[in-house]
């Protein structure tokens, strides 16, 4: 199922991401974007929106409270944070070139699975 992944500002300044139901008129499964100022320059922080008390990103938001929905979203930042809600790896293309062989057919260097658990 695709999503419909938004980014908007409430009214309280706050920027949100989220899946957007516009039938039900929420914003499902919400996070906050924060800006980090670093010597480097500025990161974005994504977090539940009820943190630090809640940290499942699982918050509903009525879209009464959006003051802005920006026009786009970048697909990097649509990426973590299906990542950071659904706590699964989003695969993206070229990715299983460096998993020992997996990704040209021949599968994996491990021979012996025992290798793979603590004794």
Do not use: W
Request: aromatic share 8%.
């Amino acid at each position: 199922m695709a999503y419909d992944i938004r980014l908007v500002k409430l009214i309280n300044g706050e920027m949100l991401i989220g899946k957007y139901d516009g039938e039900a008129r929420l914003m499902r499964d919400a996070a906050v974007l924060q800006s980090v100022p670093t010597q480097q320059g500025v990161q974005m922080l994504l977090l539940p929106f009820g943190y630090p008390f809640d940290t499942d990103i699982d918050a509903e938001i009525s879209l009464d409270h959006v003051i802005y929905e920006y026009k786009n979203c970048p697909e990097e930042l649509k990426t973590k944070y299906l990542e950071a809600s659904s706590n699964l790896t989003i695969a993206r293309p070229g990715d299983l070139h460096g998993l020992g062989g997996m990704g040209d057919g021949k599968g994996g260097k491990i021979s012996d699975l025992s290798q793979l658990f603590k004794k």
